[in-house]
């Protein structure tokens, strides 16, 4: 009689570790996705806004098994061990990773995307400005391209401004899956969390004396303009971008119709 309520205790202790277990394990694709090691940058988007057409719009051309990937990755289980192994599942699974990336690049920059970003950024969960000289600042993730297999993923500092190699195990996280206007969207949505004080130059010395060369690169651009543009952002004064730099999709753009005079000069006049 204690072996059989032995043996019942033991299979009752397994089930509760499986249900312990499948708890765990992340319920859908997308949540699954996100967790596989390396998608770490990647935040779930909503079902809602993958089934709606219109934020599909211009996607359906760019992966070749758009209907199934589209299928898997709205499935409501994530992946099993078998399907892993599937060669047509993981062929499709290629297709499901791009469609993906190219709705969460378009996703992470509306307003709900924006603020999920900036918990995983507070968080730190894009890491830290390789620079030394940037006092561990959070950086963003971007790509330099919004076409596909282009180059991967990139991180940015908001501090200063420049792009740095990502670690190599995001080595398949393509830089489309970001697009190149996220950092600077998400800057121009936050000004409160990014900091205002310039970078700082590291100054080369010989025994405590500065070395007499030229100014290097982070001097010059403080030099240049941007005591001005930092000490307008500190006042709360709207401040002239470069033109280099990407604006906000909500701000009104200048565009440009070019005419012909009577004389036959093309003259370039800007409407707002």
Known sequence: MSGEQS???ANEGQHEMEDDHSSEMPAGWIPWFCNVPGHEFFCEVDEDYIRDN???????NRVQYYEHALEMILMREAPDEDDLQDADFLEVYRDAQDLYGLVHARYIISPRGLEVMRDLYIR?????CPRVMC????VLPVGTSDELRVSRVKTYCPRCEQLYATKS????????????????????T?????????????????FGFRISQPTGLIERHLEGGDKKTSTARQEGTPVQEEPARTQ?????????????????????????
């Open 7 to 9: 043996r019942s205790d």
């Open 54 to 60: 219109f934020n599909l719009y211009g996607l359906r």
């Open 124 to 128: 730190g969960i894009f890491g830290t």
């Open 135 to 138: 006092s561990n600042q959070h």
């Open 169 to 188: 195990k995001y080595s398949d996280v393509d830089g489309a899956y970001f697009g190149t206007s996220f950092p600077h969207i998400f800057c121009l």
């Open 190 to 206: 936050f000004p409160g969390i990014i900091p205002l004080d310039p970078p700082v130059p590291y100054i080369p010395k010989l």
């Open 248 to 272: 906000a999709p909500a701000e009104s753009s200048t565009q440009a119709a070019v005419t012909t005079t009577p004389a036959g000069q093309d003259t370039a006049l800007l409407h707002n």
